[in-house]
């Protein structure tokens, strides 16, 4: 059996850490906010090279929160990819704003200055850019495009904590970068937890205000704006401070195994998405483009071998998002979804275990020209 996704082995590797902290947590009962808390919001904004980090409660409000403190809101629009998990645009209606869908680049499945383009209007004030699979967007180009646009540019780096593009991480070239740390990604909690970076004070200032009641600095009961419950507690941050340290040589881990299978796969058959020369990828999946995508699956399963999806509905052809998308079509993205399968990778997964993957799927791919 090579299951999709393992977490037992980067787990075992943090348990007494995490129990000696816990421990001081119960202890101290300072289970919202606290040092722990503190320690992790200065770590993760020095690791991702920002000033600021603000622990929140999951990525979706990372993205919601930092969306708010930007000012960004009803009658404006927000161009997100349609290639991305739901999350991404569900923030830009949790905000009160309107999602506008762009399509993706066939190759790497994210989005381009060109799809971005095609999809701004003079109601345009922001794009979320997804670093979707642990890969980086284009961001020089993105950067100069959003500039010449004039709006702003979010990231959700849900699935690239530590990626890089040329020697800058993820997170750190937007105004904002959202983080989520579900327990499945690369940097992943025992449960819901999420963060915002950024440089900019002011930003920061009015997130940590917006994720706990508007409170201003200082006063308990004192409300400056409409806030939210959205902190994150001590004790994920003990987990989060734990793991935190060892990212880098999992992140290491998950390229080595990624850079397998590419000379494992057989390009004819399954199409593994690109990696940009200028990006330094953390594979949060191995996600590949094959013509006979549910047959590959069936097989590979039949073998002991679990795949996913990810994503089998391109988010403008979801029920609720469909009526801000109207009639037209983004058809690379329409036509990835039916191709893509996401193939097992963690960290601790082994060089012969990706062999197996690969030589069954070699053996059961439909060849010619994936895409
Ligand atoms: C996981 C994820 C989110 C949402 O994070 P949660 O912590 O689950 O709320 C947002 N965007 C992308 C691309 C994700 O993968």
New binding site residues.
Partial sequence: MIRFLDLGPTTEEITGEVAAGWDEVLRTGRFIGGPFVDEFERGFAEYCGTAHAIGVA??????HLALRAMDIGPDDEVVVPTN??V??AE?VVLAGAVPRFADVDNDTLLLTPETLRAAVTPSTKAVVV???YGQMADMDALGRTTAELDIKLIE?A??AQGARWRDVRAGAWGSVG?F???P??NLGAFG???AVVTSDGEIAERIRSIRDHGRANGGHYQHDRFGVNSRLDALQAVVLAAKLPLLDGWNAQRRELADHYRRCLDPDGAKLVTVAPEAEAIH?LAVAQVRNRDQVREALLARGIETGIHYPTPCHRLPPYASYFGNGALPVSEAAAERIVSLPLYPHMTMAQVETVAAELNHVVERGAAA
């Fill in positions: 999951n990525g979706t409000d990372a993205l991305t998990f999350a991404t923030a997804v670093h979707l959700d849900a699935q959202c989520s740390f579900y499945g990604k819901d937890a999420g949060h």
